[in-house]
């Protein structure tokens, strides 16, 4: 069984760090690409940023600069260190696990961020 758990999440405020973490368990995490997503209050979801299975990463323009996607396959653990953190980033951060053909999708069960101005 496939199991994403987040941790990391806070208060804080703005211009302040977090790192968020995520642990995976249930499969070859090595292979597995990994992303971090976030959803604000009214809003839809939205990609943050990703990992690909061989380090390649990829981030929303909001965050390029600020926030780093990271991940230790030898601990099936992926990361997300943010840092000079805006109000508007202020939303519950979920881990995505894509794996396998046909593509298979995972999702932890979220960490809320809060930033205060």
């Known amino acids: 069984q496939v199991r994403l758990v987040e941790s990391g999440g806070d208060l804080v405020q703005a211009g302040g760090s977090l790192r968020l973490s995520c642990a995976a368990s249930?499969?070859?995490?090595?292979?597995?690409?990994m992303g971090w997503y976030r959803q604000a209050p009214g809003k839809q979801r939205e990609l943050v940023a990703t990992?690909?299975?061989?380090?390649?990463?990829n981030y929303v323009d909001s965050v390029k600069g600020r926030f780093t996607i990271s991940r230790d396959n030898a601990k099936n653990m992926v990361y997300l260190q943010m840092n000079s953190l805006k109000p508007e980033d202020t939303a519950v951060y979920s881990c995505?696990?894509?794996?396998?053909?046909?593509?298979?999708?995972?999702w932890g069960q979220g960490t809320q961020v809060t930033v205060s101005s």
């Open positions: 995505n696990l894509k794996i396998g053909i046909p593509l298979r999708d995972f």
């Open positions: 249930g499969l070859r995490f090595s292979i597995a690409d």
């Open positions: 990992i690909s299975s061989g380090g390649r990463t």
